[in-house]
T-cell receptor
């Protein structure tokens, strides 16, 4: 079945540091890929998405490129801020369950310090 | 536009009581999902509906859990009787079915504590 593997957290960075959160996936066919962010006490919010190979999703300075050859969708940001502290979830939407279910990774907590 | 609305935001009740969680999806969305989030198990899909019909309830942990969607704008998740291990944050999400790239939109969740 479909699966998503994320790097373990927490990741602790200083403000303005470069961020990478690794995400790899296993799926049949050509899934759509997503990054969601969850701030404390809130639900998950869509951060960015990519729907086909080599697509780059971007939002709020975050980027991720759909790499089919390495089945990866790593999240990057050039300069993190304290306000980026949250839990980040990688997810895919494949053909399992008729293409309407999301498969989530376990989440990676990011802490950004001054 | 209003997002997914869940109520209550917090619920504290004693073991054995019935608990009902409510969700109003985004208007026009034809898929509705119920998730449970815990530290130990992460985010788990419990059940999802399409056009008010339950499609996959394989994630529902026990017969104590039930979910209904009587119309396109309302769904409930009920736990009866509740147990301390049901304590978690329960999220509702909705999406549009058009195209596989449609994301799910989440509510802010109900934080449930069973004493």
């Amino acid at each position: 079945g479909d699966s998503v593997t994320q790097m373990e957290g927490p990741v602790t960075l200083s403000e303005e540091a470069f961020l990478t959160i690794n995400c790899t996936y296993t799926a049949t066919g050509y899934p759509s890929l997503f990054w969601y962010v969850q701030y404390p006490g809130e639900g998950l919010q869509l951060l960015l998405k990519a729907t086909k190979a080599d697509d780059k999703g971007s939002n709020k300075g975050f980027e991720a490129t759909y790499r089919k050859e390495t089945t990866s969708f790593h999240l990057e940001k050039g300069s993190v801020q304290v306000s980026d502290s949250a839990v980040y979830f990688c997810a895919l939407r494949g053909i399992t369950g008729g293409g309407n279910k999301l498969t989530f990774g376990t989440g990676t907590q990011l802490k950004v310090e001054l | 536009d209003a997002g997914v609305i869940q109520s209550p935001r917090h619920e504290v009740t004693e073991m054995g009581q019935e608990v009902t969680l409510r969700c109003k999806p985004i208007s026009g969305h034809d898929y509705l999902f119920w998730y449970r989030q815990t530290m130990m198990r992460g985010l788990e899909l419990l059940i999802y509906f399409n056009n008010n019909v339950p499609i996959d309830d394989s994630g529902m942990p026990e017969d104590r859990f039930s979910a209904k969607m009587p119309n396109a704008s309302f769904s409930t998740l009920k736990i009866q009787p509740s147990e301390p291990r049901d304590s978690a944050v329960y999220f509702c999400a909705s999406s549009h079915s058009w195209g596989s790239n449609q994301p799910q939109h989440f509510g802010d969740g109900t934080r449930l504590s069973i004493l």
